[in-house]
């Protein structure tokens, strides 16, 4: 089974993203990566 994000799930990723970049990239990049680990890619 292949997993495809919606649309409003891509924009919520990217706001979660850019919400926690404000105040530490690092850990914006490591939740992103966490998303995707989990989304299977």
Same mark, same amino acid.
């Given at each position: 089974? !292949?997993? =495809?994000?919606?649309?409003? &799930? @891509? &924009?919520? =990723?990217?706001? @979660?993203? !850019?919400?926690? !970049?404000? #105040?530490? =990239? %690092? &850990?914006?990049?490591?939740? #992103? !990566?966490?998303? &995707?680990?989990? %989304?299977?890619?």
């Amino acid at each position: 089974m !292949e997993l =495809r994000w919606a649309p409003e &799930a @891509i &924009a919520d =990723r990217e706001a @979660i993203y !850019e919400h926690v !970049e404000a #105040d530490h =990239r %690092a &850990a914006a990049l490591a939740l #992103d !990566e966490l998303f &995707a680990a989990c %989304a299977g890619g």
